[in-house]
């Protein structure tokens, strides 16, 4: 009985283990092959999903009514409310980090190139907007493209966690706080300038604002589907107002 309760607790995970630092093994083995634009497999996807989904608040050490989710207004020229970025984790194959919106906090719209990216929200309520790109549709200029609409609700925690990937599940999304939020992410591969992934932000217009009648993209489409025009936005685009802060929660790493 000794040996055969030895060789149980052996072929078990630790009973200890946190939340947090279970999040990082299975990362590590979901995103342990592949690279940019490659999507781990549908097994892999759900396993880290599940775990995602299970996370809490408090396995980050995280609450509403901390700082973090205080509204303070940022400089005149901005228009969202300060945001505050907190690291977990990067290495070359993904990245796991928390922003914590206040009521009115607002990430623009941007993108996620060659990426598969997680979103758990942890608590509160937000709504995302989020576009693909129109395949083969030709450009406006060389900075705007034809985007169709994949999501425009939103979401109250407790909640599942939400999945995009590099090609398809709204690789450009929008996030507006409408009470305080923590969103957890975990980006594979993450932003990396160097490699090509770089954040670009985007404004939207409407169809009508670069079509015409006789364009044949849009003829047969525009009455089935949502879309709009995104064109690339500067850098640090005036409404984006997010400030890093160091994690305080429990230990990712041993």
Known sequence: MVMA???KKADSPAEGITAVRRLLLTCKEVFSTGGPGVVPSED?????????DNMKPEDVGLAPTMPFFRPIPGPRNRSSPRITYLPLHECEQFSIEIFCL???GVIPLHNHPGMTVFSKLLFGTMHIKSYDWVVDAPLRDPKTRLAKLKMDSTLTAPCNASILY????GNMHRFTAETACAVLDVLGPPYSNPE???CTYFLEFPLDKFSSEEDDVLRGQVERECHAWLQERDDNPEDRNVVGALYGGPKVED
Do not use: A, N
Not at 44 to 52: A, E, F, P, S, T
Not at 166 to 169: A, K, L, N, R, T
């Open 166 to 169: 590099p090609e398809d599940g």
């Open 5 to 7: 309760w030895r060789r």
């Open 196 to 198: 090509g992934r770089h």
């Open 44 to 52: 892999k996807i759900q396993q880290l999903r599940g775990v995602l």
């Open 102 to 104: 206040p009521p009115s």
